[in-house]
Each structure stands twice: as structure tokens, then as C-alpha cells.
């Protein structure tokens, strides 16, 4: 499985971003995916995620203003996040393994190459 993730840009806080990872391979609706970030001097953390099921996971830091999605028909994964906050400034990462998410980035198979949102205040 390759993973492109995009989306990431420069906003205001307050604002909307989509974030998208696509995949390549046949079998992605059985992948569970997650959505990380990483800041300048801190580890990397999980944002989101949703199992090949559809079950999802939201960190408390973006629980109420995020949303994460999947689009099977296009191997798509979307981390919806409104009201942008500063502290969301992060090269935001996707990754999947096997059916069910993880919220520990070692378990992922497969990593996309980081998208950059910073959110100016």
C-alpha cells in the first residue's frame, strides 16, 4: 500500500482544512488508517483514525473539531478540522495497517510522506 497524503496549508486560526490520504492497492477498505502530527520538538501523536469498519478515534486535543472519513470507491481516507487552532501548526502524517487503528505509530505498516498545515494567530 502507497499513501499520498495533501491538504496541508497555511490558514488563519478559525479556519477549515480537508487533509486527504489516497492509497494505492486493492484491498484498502480492510486498512485501518490513522492521521499523526508532529510538531517542532514534540513526539508524534495520533490525531485520528477510523478502522476498515468505520470505527473511529479522535484525540481530545481535536474532539469536536475534527472529523475523519473514508471514501472506499476512491481508497480515500479525509480528516475534516475546523476552527484551526495554533497549537495545530504539525506536518500531519497518514498511515494504515490491517483492519483495526492503532493508536501507537509503530503498529502502522505503511506511512505517506507528511502534509504541512500551520496555523497562523
Known amino acids: 500500500v502507497q499513501l499520498q497524503a495533501s491538504g496541508g496549508g497555511l490558514v488563519q486560526a478559525g479556519d477549515s482544512l480537508r487533509l486527504a490520504c489516497a492509497a494505492s492497492?486493492?484491498?484498502?477498505?480492510?486498512?485501518?488508517v490513522g492521521w499523526f502530527r508532529q510538531a517542532p520538538g514534540s513526539e508524534r501523536e495520533l490525531v485520528a483514525a477510523?478502522?476498515?469498519?468505520?470505527?473511529?478515534y479522535y484525540a481530545d486535543s481535536v474532539k469536536g473539531r475534527a472529523t475523519i472519513s473514508r471514501d472506499n470507491t476512491k481508497s480515500t481516507v479525509y480528516l475534516q478540522m475546523n476552527n484551526l487552532k495554533p497549537e495545530d501548526t504539525a506536518v500531519y502524517y497518514c498511515a494504515a495497517r490491517m483492519v483495526w487503528y492503532s493508536y501507537t505509530s509503530a503498529e502502522y505498516d505503511y506511512w505517506g510522506q507528511g502534509t504541512l498545515v500551520t496555523v497562523s494567530s
Open positions: 477510523i478502522s476498515g469498519g468505520g470505527g473511529t
Open positions: 492497492g486493492r484491498t484498502f477498505r480492510t486498512y485501518a
